[in-house]
């Protein structure tokens, strides 16, 4: 169902293939910002974070065609270690349901990160932003239900004539207003969308599970205007991700609860094809847990709300996406934070390294926390801006797997991570404050998995490719064992030359 690769792109997707890794980093974004809730007036700038893990001065231009009389135009250079926060006017800030031409185009010479703050007094969540190398043509929106005001999402348009037809959930009373058309539920919005096109859809209905298609690639957030998640207290706080294209969904996830809270933890499980079943093992406090969810229909979800003690692996039999709501905080409670919506990377997509930096809050800074999951005999080789993580760190065992999970307190700034013995990390970057929060991934591949897995001829030890297309990237250990119990010797090797012999490792070489 998924092409990520469409006819006249194919030479494009080759070339990406042939250059290496698609990730989060790149030289092109085209982001923007959804409708958020002004309190009081005072109408908060949303805010763009840039960084970069090069040594060397990295240029960088933002520019969008403008909108009424305020054009937008800036240059500057950030290098390893520094963070550029831009600040954008409130009128990129998109409005209800439209369509205008509100998008933002980062560009830069060398690779760069980007974070998307869209903040307003005691409402406010950030975004990874994913560059246009590894947008897709195939997506399905998120929302918090009841909404509380509205839920949300918006397309963003890179390439000039991109068909794009929207397939409205199954949803009662869904009533979308689009240039005097009235839309309900199960109905098609179809329409052009240009370069620098953004087309916001809002409704008190819940939008989860919009299916969003193009013949182009284009970039989709999504989330809530405000929202209060689950039953814990009253205050409402903006949602936002950038949606991972179907191509890069996962099968496979590590589930993390949000550090020092009790109340709990909210996941939607979103499922691309019908019949998917998922199950969810894990452990809280030493005792298992086990869940199985079945989803009928594609775009359908689960909700379900965990304790905030459970370390889980989920496994799902078909491409899932797994979202993770913080709850709103409790009235009176020591309890700090308020909801933010996350997207959790599937295990198929960690990376071996991260740049990232913390956003800023509005009345003083967050508490930021460092959610990771890495193999748990390589644990201590794990680097925090290039030291070891605390003593005091806890590691919880994940079941079923090689994996430990667990967080860390991070510093406001730039960080980096790595781990000494090339192996690749799960990573979420999260923060609370006295009624507000934020909180997605640290950063992670964009693989297109589900678009057919090319066996690699050549392997390079640590490549961050799946070289064996089994899902896991970087699994095997060069010892001339078969780590992974798949019948194949070192065919998808994390580190180094082997240390015994082996004449001529090739990959997938048969036992
Ligand atoms: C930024 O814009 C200037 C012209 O205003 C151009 O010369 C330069 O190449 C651009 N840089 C990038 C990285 O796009
Ligand atoms: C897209 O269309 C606009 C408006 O017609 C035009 O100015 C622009 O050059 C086009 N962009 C590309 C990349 O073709
Ligand atoms: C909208 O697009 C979908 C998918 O391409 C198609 O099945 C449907 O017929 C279109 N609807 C209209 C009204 O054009
Ligand atoms: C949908 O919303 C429009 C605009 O608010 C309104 O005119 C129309 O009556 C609504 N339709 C339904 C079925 O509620
Ligand atoms: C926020 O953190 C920065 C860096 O650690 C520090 O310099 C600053 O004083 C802090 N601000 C507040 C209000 O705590
Ligand atoms: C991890 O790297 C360290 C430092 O290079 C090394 O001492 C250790 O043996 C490595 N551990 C494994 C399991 O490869």
Redesign the pocket.
């Known amino acids: 169902m998924a092409f990520s690769c469409l006819s006249i792109q194919i030479w494009i997707c080759v070339l990406q293939i042939a250059l290496g890794v698609l990730d989060n980093k790149g030289t092109e974004f085209l982001v923007a910002f959804m409708d958020n809730k002004v309190l009081h007036g005072h109408d908060i700038k949303p805010e763009l974070f840039v960084t970069t893990d090069s040594r060397h001065l990295v240029h960088i231009n933002i520019s969008s065609p403008g909108i009424s009389n305020s054009q937008l135009r800036t240059q500057f250079t950030v290098s390893r270690g520094q963070v550029h926060l831009v600040q954008i006017d409130t009128n990129y800030r998109l409005d209800h349901t439209e369509s205008s031409q509100k998008a933002i185009l980062i560009q830069s010479d060398k690779d760069i990160v980007v974070y998307g703050v869209n903040r307003e007094s005691h409402s406010d969540d950030g975004y990874l932003a994913l560059p246009t190398d590894a947008l897709g043509t195939e997506y399905y929106t998120i929302s918090y239900s009841p909404s509380y005001y509205y839920t949300l999402f918006t397309v963003i348009g890179v390439y000039n004539d991109t068909s794009v037809s929207i397939h409205l959930p199954n949803t009662p009373h869904l009533n979308v207003t689009l240039n005097g058309h009235n839309y309900h539920r199960n109905q098609w919005i179809n329409l052009t969308l240009n370069r620098f096109s953004t087309l916001e859809i809002s409704s008190v209905a819940d939008l989860t599970g919009s299916h969003i298609l193009s013949d182009k690639a284009v970039g989709v957030l999504s989330g809530n205007k405000k929202a209060v998640v689950g039953n814990t207290g009253k205050s409402r706080d903006h949602l936002v991700e950038m949606l991972l294209p179907v191509s890069s969904w996962g099968k496979k996830f590590v589930t993390i609860p949000i550090p020092e809270r009790h109340a709990g933890d909210i996941f939607r499980f979103l499922a691309s094809e019908d019949n998917t079943q998922i199950t969810v093992h894990g452990l809280i406090e030493g005792k298992q847990f086990h869940d199985q969810i079945k989803i009928a229909k594609a775009g359908h979800y689960v909700q379900k709300q965990y304790s905030s003690g459970l370390y889980s692996h989920v496994v799902s039999d078909k491409p899932i996406t797994l979202f993770q709501f913080s709850m709103t905080q409790q009235r009176g409670g020591n309890d700090l934070a308020d909801p933010s919506l996350i997207t959790i990377p599937p295990i198929e997509q960690y990376a071996a390294r991260y740049t990232f930096t913390t956003p800023q809050y509005s009345m003083?800074?967050y508490t930021n926390y460092f959610m990771f999951v890495v193999k748990s005999s390589l644990k201590h080789g794990l680097r925090l801006d290039h030291h070891q993580l605390p003593r005091n760190t806890i590691y919880h065992h994940i079941p079923g797997t090689h994996l430990v999970a667990g967080y860390v307190k991070v510093?406001?700034?730039t960080h980096s991570v790595t781990n000494v013995n090339h192996t690749v990390v799960g990573g979420i970057l999260f923060g609370m404050a006295e009624l507000e929060s934020y909180g997605f991934p640290v950063g992670l591949l964009l693989k297109p998995l589900n678009s057919g897995c090319q066996r690699q001829k050549a392997m390079e030890y640590g490549d961050e490719i799946d070289n064996d297309c089994d899902g896991d990237v970087d699994e095997e250990e060069c010892d001339g064992k078969d780590d992974d119990g798949d019948g194949h010797i070192d065919e998808d090797c994390r580190c180094c030359a082997p240390k015994i012999s082996i004449p001529n490792v090739i990959v997938g070489r048969r036992r």
């Open positions: 003083g800074n510093s406001v700034g």
